[in-house]
C-alpha cells in the first residue's frame, strides 16, 4: 500500500508518534510507520470550527502545491500524497529544530547550504515568507539543512498580485538566513548580512502592517 492510499481509519491503526499536537489553525503532525518506512502526516482535521477546518482544507491544498513543485529538491521532504483534503503526507526526514542543536555542530558549510537551498526556491518561483520562524528551519543527521512548512509560501504563477509581492518574501527568505546566523553563529554573520538584517524596505514595512493583521484575525477566527 502507497502513502496515497491510506485511509484515516488505517492511519489510526498504525504505529505512530505525535510530535505536536493541533488545535484552532495549528494542524497535528505524527510520525507514522507504512510498508517499513516513516512518514510525517500533517493532519488539520481536528479544527473545531468551521472556518479552521475549511483554512486546513485551503492550507493543505496549497502546501501540496508547493511540494509537488519542488519535487526532488535536495532539502525538501519529498510529497508523498494526501491523507484526504485535510491531511498531507511527507517522508519523515530524521532532524533536528536548528536551535536545538549544540551551536558548535553548525558550520559556514550549513549556512552556505541553506542559502543554495533558499536560492533554489525561489528559482523555482517559491519565496518560503516564513523562514523567520526558526523552527521551519532543520538540520539532519549529517548536517545538511532541511525547509519544512510551506503554508505561507507564495508561488509565482497563482495570481498577477504575487509578482508584487514575491520579491519582499525573497528578502524576507534570505533575513531569516541571517536572523538564523545571527544567533547561532553571529562570528559568520558579514557586516553586509548584518546591515540587510537590520533594515526594512517601505515595501516591506507596508507588506507587513497588512499581513500581520491579517494573520491575527484568521488565528482568532480559526481558535473559535
Not at 517559491?126 to 507564495?154: C, Q, Y
Not at 545571527?182 to 517601505?202: D, G, I
Amino acid at each position: 500500500m502507497t502513502a496515497s492510499e491510506l485511509t484515516r481509519q488505517q492511519l489510526d491503526s498504525l504505529p505512530s508518534k505525535t510530535l505536536r499536537s493541533g488545535y484552532g489553525a495549528r494542524p497535528e503532525v505524527r510520525i507514522i510507520r507504512s510498508d517499513s518506512r516513516d512518514l510525517l502526516v500533517k493532519d488539520y482535521h481536528k479544527g473545531k470550527s468551521l472556518f479552521g477546518r475549511l483554512l486546513g482544507r485551503f492550507l493543505t491544498c496549497r502546501e501540496k502545491i508547493a511540494y509537488e513543485r519542488l519535487k526532488d529538491l535536495p532539502g525538501v521532504p519529498r510529497y508523498c500524497g494526501l491523507l484526504d483534503p485535510y491531511a498531507l503526507i511527507l517522508e519523515y526526514v530524521p532532524s533536528k529544530h536548528v536551535q536545538d542543536v549544540d551551536p558548535a555542530q553548525i558550520s559556514a558549510d550549513f549556512f552556505r547550504l541553506l542559502s543554495e537551498l533558499v536560492t533554489n526556491l525561489h528559482r523555482r518561483g517559491i519565496a518560503h515568507g516564513d523562514l523567520h520562524k526558526l523552527d521551519n528551519i532543520l538540520i539532519d543527521d549529517r548536517g545538511r539543512p532541511v525547509v519544512v512548512d510551506f503554508t505561507s509560501a507564495i508561488m509565482t504563477g497563482s495570481n498577477p498580485l504575487v509578482a508584487l509581492v514575491f520579491r519582499i518574501l525573497c528578502d524576507e527568505d534570505r533575513r531569516g538566513i541571517y536572523k538564523l546566523k545571527n544567533q547561532v553563529a553571529p562570528h559568520l554573520l558579514s557586516e553586509q548580512q548584518r546591515k540587510f538584517l537590520n533594515h526594512h524596505s517601505l515595501g516591506e514595512r507596508i507588506f507587513r502592517r497588512i499581513r500581520d493583521p491579517v494573520r491575527s484575525l484568521i488565528k482568532r477566527w480559526s481558535s473559535k
